[in-house]
């Protein structure tokens, strides 16, 4: 098969042995993947369950092809320089560990696509599920009714640009105090063509907010624990760490939003945050207020929410 640009000295050694040549077909390369990812044990926890999944998305993206077709594809003959390309991400997957997401600049939210790099954590929430399923009824009974919102710690703007189309007449702020990640959230509100309706702030927090006020507050902050960082797997560890630690007890950011989201919030506002599978360090630590816990379709529930009325009022500036 001829190549379509030349090759380099090290892929003109390796043209007639090796993987490069024995490989033809993307069903000879998704063999060829799992068996890798097998044997180098990588961690799938970017939003596959398994090596085959893992691999299916890899060679998907990197051959620029359908996340979703794969059947038509298995047989089909791959040129030369696909295949080096192919080879390439393979090999930083299983040796360097890097996610498949910062390797082919792509993540998916449901039926939701989004860029990502190394500035931004890899998109993962239970926000997702809980956006299309209509899980803020009754505390917000009609999406229509919600005209401010916020997204706090919006890393890649994937939430945001949820929430644009869960409340529909919502102008949102997407804030993040990483200036990195609020350039990745600027590239995906521009290709879904929200600019009119997602304002990207650089904010710690609530502190380039003024007095600002929102019908809906929602935030998916760090909230990894030291323990939990120390042993977290190698796919992690290449992701802002900013964007995951949050102190011993993985709630030095929910905290603050405790603390000062009433004052941000329209007296019927809601407060939603995402702990993960920390609910019982929550539920320790704030034993005196009504949180509700939201169950997403697995039946974890990650997620809690607070009302305005129910939230302590910080009296500070």
Not at 75 to 98: G, K, S
Not at 261 to 281: C, K, S
């Amino acid at each position: 098969m001829a190549n379509s640009t030349p090759l380099t000295p090290e892929e003109e050694e390796h043209h007639d042995s090796g993987p490069l040549a024995e490989l033809v077909t993307v069903r000879d390369w998704l063999r060829y993947a799992v068996t890798r990812f097998n044997r180098a044990g990588i961690f799938c926890g970017h939003g596959v369950e398994d090596t085959f999944d893992e691999a299916v998305w890899l060679i998907l993206a990197t051959l620029s092809l359908p996340p979703d077709r794969l059947e038509p594809f298995l047989d089909a003959c791959i040129p030369f320089d696909e295949r080096v390309a192919l080879l390439e991400n393979i090999d930083r997957r299983a040796i360097e560990r890097i996610p498949t997401a910062y390797l082919v600049h792509e993540a998916w939210l449901g039926a939701y696509r989004f860029h990502v790099d190394e500035r931004v954590i890899v998109p993962r929430s239970y926000f997702a599920e809980l956006l299309d399923d209509d899980a803020f009824a009754p505390w917000i009974e009609d999406p229509e009714t919600v005209t401010s919102a916020l997204d706090l710690c919006t890393g890649s703007g994937c939430l945001a640009i949820l929430m644009a189309d869960a409340f529909p007449n919502a102008d949102i702020v997407a804030a993040d105090l990483s200036a990195d990640a609020l350039a990745v959230a600027q590239r995906n509100i521009t290709e879904y063509g929200l600019e009119d309706r997602i304002e990207p702030v650089q904010s710690d927090l609530f502190s380039a907010l003024g007095g600002r006020l929102f019908d809906l507050i929602l935030c998916n902050p760090p909230y990894v624990t030291t323990e939990s960082m120390e042993q977290l797997p190698p796919e992690y560890l290449h992701e802002p760490a900013l964007a995951l630690a949050a102190g011993e007890d993985g709630l030095d950011i929910v905290r603050r939003l405790i603390l000062d989201a009433a004052r941000h919030l329209h007296p019927d506002g809601v407060l939603a945050v995402e702990v993960g599978h920390n609910r019982h360090l929550v539920e320790n630590a704030f034993p005196e207020l009504p949180l509700v816990w939201l169950p997403a379709r697995s039946g974890v529930e990650g997620v809690f929410l607070l009302q305005q009325k129910d939230l302590p009022i910080n009296q500070g500036s």
